[in-house]
């Protein structure tokens, strides 16, 4: 069965102060990795998706990166406004074009000023 | 439009009532999900619908009964739920293929 591990379940860190956090994963074959963003009492709100090793992609502060068994998300020089849940998941293949989202336990970030 | 609307955002049931979330997206996707979210955990999965017609079911109990009139709509059903039951609620969309999904705002459900 596909799994799905983040660390660190907390994250505090000051105004300016980079840091990564980690999603590794186990799937028979991966078809795509997922970051999402999650504010309190929202939806989910998509930032990347990787599908190869050696991928990435960057948008504003954040750097997703791939490898075969693990994924990163790199904040540079966080703010406040990127205080939120970040969660990763792994598409699993279910039949034909079906297929589901399997969320890691995410991580909660906190950004203080 | 590249939004999924749910509604209600807020909803009170006791646990004889009968009430429904609605879902609707106009991006053209074909496969629609609900997923239920307690505090602090992950999304769980609950049903998938691809084309129109329910493809998976993760064992989900029958007081929840899942329902896609057409290619934008996504209703949920809730029938003699238990206060366990409340969380939040959410709807995602996805085109057909290994894409990623589009989230609603979800409804918070609180059963008493």
């Known amino acids: 069965e596909d799994q799905v591990t983040q660390s660190p379940e907390a994250l505090r860190l000051q105004e300016g102060e980079s840091s990564s956090l980690n999603c590794s994963y186990t799937?028979?074959?991966?078809?795509?990795l997922f970051w999402y963003r999650q504010d309190p009492g929202k939806g989910p709100e998509f930032l990347f998706t990787?599908?190869?090793a050696g991928e990435e992609k960057e948008k504003e502060r954040l750097k997703a990166t791939l490898t075969k068994k693990e994924s990163f998300l790199h904040i540079t020089a966080p703010k406040p406004e990127d205080s939120a849940t970040y969660l990763c998941?792994?598409?699993?293949?279910?039949?034909?074009?079906?297929?589901?989202?399997?969320f890691g336990t995410g991580t909660l970030l906190a950004v203080q000023p | 439009d590249t939004e999924v609307t749910q509604t209600p955002k807020h909803l009170v049931m006791g646990m004889t009532n009968k009430k429904s979330l609605k879902c609707e997206q106009h991006?053209?996707?074909?496969?629609m999900y609900w997923y239920k979210q307690k505090a602090k955990k992950p999304p769980e999965l609950m049903f998938v619908?691809?084309?129109?017609?329910?493809?998976i079911n993760e064992s989900v109990p029958s007081r929840f009964s899942p329902e896609c009139p057409n290619s934008s709509l996504l209703n949920l059903h809730l029938h003699a739920l238990q206060p366990e039951d409340s969380a939040l609620y959410l709807c995602?969309?996805?085109?057909?293929?290994?894409?990623?999904?589009?989230f609603g705002s979800g409804t918070r459900l609180t059963v008493v």
């Open positions: 995602a969309s996805s085109a057909q293929g290994f894409y990623g999904y589009t």
């Open positions: 998941a792994v598409q699993e293949a279910y039949g034909g074009a079906t297929n589901k989202l399997i």
């Open positions: 619908y691809s084309y129109e017609k329910l493809s």
């Open positions: 991006m053209g996707h074909r496969a």
């Open positions: 990787l599908y190869s």
């Open positions: 799937v028979s074959g991966l078809r795509g």
